[in-house]
């Protein structure tokens, strides 16, 4: 696969974040959820040993893994060089930007207030996490789209398999599905094809 990142992305219109405390291996995972058709993965700084998740699921043929809640330059700088195809951040973060354009990585850079999503575009983020989107709904990408037309806008928070759609058609670039397709319990368990079932729903859903 030579896809980048944010062109896997822009098709997908998934990105997969697994918000849980233990990943074992990370080759089944994502092998699940490219098999469901997510082939952008998240693994967040608040999940122990991730620079070793990362390093390891760079190995995977199918899919780019990147390092979320990056909120450090010694985070961006360690997620990197582990081989983070991309970062992303919970907020406006601009010694996470810093970094990662010196090293051509792109940022997803989190935000919530139009104020924030401009900021973190003129701080060279090839994206904008609007979080938590469920607080706000679907309404509020059409809004940020009146001044904003070409800003490309990722929904994550609160999103599943019933709303995930509505945010797509607001504009949205991407929407994130976490613990709605990854369990905790069905990663301990090695329930690799129910892990690969709800993501092939959930990207059946967001597709509408």
Request: glycine share 10%.
């Amino acid at each position: 696969m030579t896809d980048t990142a944010m062109e896997l992305l822009s098709r997908d219109a998934v990105l997969a974040l697994p918000r849980i405390s233990r990943i074992p291996d990370p080759i089944p995972l994502l092998a699940a959820l490219a098999a469901g058709g997510i082939h952008v993965v998240e693994f967040a700084f608040t999940t122990p040993g991730v620079t070793d998740l990362i390093a390891r699921g760079a190995e995977a043929p199918d899919v780019r893994v990147g390092a979320g809640t990056v909120t450090t330059a010694a985070q961006a700088t360690a997620a990197i060089s582990a081989g983070a195809s991309f970062l992303v951040t919970p907020g406006v973060v601009e010694e996470v930007a810093m970094i990662a354009g010196a090293a051509a990585v792109p940022v997803i850079m989190g935000a919530l207030t139009p104020t924030e999503a401009l900021t973190a575009v003129r701080l060279g983020a090839a994206a904008v996490k609007i979080f938590p989107a469920g607080a706000v709904g679907p309404g509020y990408f059409r809004h940020l789209a009146g001044p904003f037309p070409d800003m490309p806008l990722v929904a994550s928070g609160g999103l599943d398999e019933t709303n995930a759609a509505d945010y797509l058609r607001a504009g949205a670039l991407a929407v994130t599905a976490g613990s709605s397709v990854v369990a905790a319990d069905d990663v301990a368990h090695g329930r690799w094809d129910r892990i690969a079932a709800r993501a092939r729903a959930f990207v059946a859903a967001a597709r509408g």
